[in-house]
C-alpha cells in the first residue's frame, strides 16, 4: 500500500468554478498535511499545510483534514487558468525528517 | 534571499561517469533533502540531513552519497551513473515554522545518463 494515494486526474473544470483534489494516507501516525502547486518543468511551491482536523482556508483555497478517515482535501474556489498544473500532497510525521508524497493530481482549468 | 539554490541545471552523463549535484540554502533550516521525481510521478526522498554532520537515508538511496559539511551546502553525489538514474532532482530545506515543517525547494537539476 502506498503511503500516500492520490487521484492521477486529468480533473478538469471551468474557470470560476470550484476545483477539488484528495489524498487519502496509510500512516496513522501523520500529523502535517502539506499541498503544493507544480507547474511543468517547475519545482513544487507550497500552497499551505494543515494539522488541525477540520477546515483550513488562505485566500481561495480551502484545506479539509479528516484524521479518523485518513483523508485530506484541497478546495480551489473560482478557478483561474492560472491555477492548472500539477497538485502534490505530502504528509509528514511533523519530525521533519521524512515527507511522503503522492503522485501528483493534473487540473486543468478550462476558459 | 535566494532561497535554495542548485547547479547544474542540466547535465548529460554516459553510463559510469560521476557527477556532484549542488545545493545551498540561505535561509539557516536546520533541515535538507534530496529527492527525485520521475516523469509522472510523485517525490521520492534519496536522503536527508538533520544538521551540519548529521545525514541519513530515505527511500531511494542506492547509487548516492551525501555530505553535510556546513550548514548551507548539501551536496548529492553519483558514482557510476546508471540510466535508471535519469530524473529531476530537487533539493529542499525546511525548519519549524507555525507549527509545521515548511519544505522549500531549488529549482531542480534535469539529469540524462545515457
Known amino acids: 500500500q502506498k503511503e500516500v494515494e492520490q487521484n492521477s486526474g486529468p480533473l478538469s473544470v471551468p474557470e470560476g468554478a470550484i476545483a477539488s483534489l484528495n489524498c487519502t494516507y496509510s500512516d496513522r501516525g501523520s500529523q502535517s498535511f502539506f499541498w503544493y502547486r507544480q507547474y511543468s518543468g517547475k519545482s513544487p511551491e507550497l500552497i499551505m499545510f494543515i494539522y488541525s482536523n477540520g477546515d483550513k482556508e488562505d485566500g481561495r483555497f480551502t484545506a479539509q483534514l479528516n484524521k479518523a478517515s485518513q483523508y485530506v482535501s484541497l478546495l480551489i474556489r473560482d478557478s483561474q487558468p492560472s491555477d492548472s498544473a500539477t497538485y502534490l500532497c505530502?504528509?509528514?510525521?511533523?519530525?521533519?525528517?521524512?515527507?511522503?508524497f503522492g503522485t501528483g493530481t493534473s487540473l486543468t482549468v478550462i476558459p | 534571499n535566494a532561497g535554495v539554490t542548485q547547479t547544474p541545471k542540466f547535465r548529460i552523463l554516459k553510463i559510469g561517469q560521476s557527477m556532484t549535484l549542488q545545493c545551498t540554502q540561505d535561509?539557516?533550516?536546520?533541515?535538507m533533502y534530496w529527492y527525485r521525481q520521475d516523469p509522472g510521478m510523485g517525490l521520492k526522498l534519496i536522503y536527508y540531513?538533520?544538521?551540519?554532520?548529521?545525514?541519513d537515508k530515505g527511500e531511494v538511496p542506492n547509487g548516492y552519497n551525501v555530505s553535510r559539511s556546513t550548514t548551507e551546502d548539501f551536496p548529492l553525489r553519483l558514482e557510476l551513473a546508471a540510466p535508471s538514474q535519469t530524473s529531476v532532482y530537487f533539493c529542499?530545506?525546511?525548519?519549524?515554522?507555525?507549527?509545521?515543517?515548511?519544505?522549500?525547494f531549488g529549482p531542480g537539476t534535469r539529469l540524462t545518463v545515457t
Open positions: 529542499a530545506s525546511s525548519d519549524r515554522t507555525a507549527g509545521a515543517y515548511e519544505q522549500y
Open positions: 535561509m539557516n533550516h536546520n533541515y
Open positions: 540531513s538533520v544538521g551540519a554532520g548529521i545525514t
Open positions: 505530502a504528509v509528514n510525521r511533523n519530525t521533519g525528517n521524512q515527507f511522503y
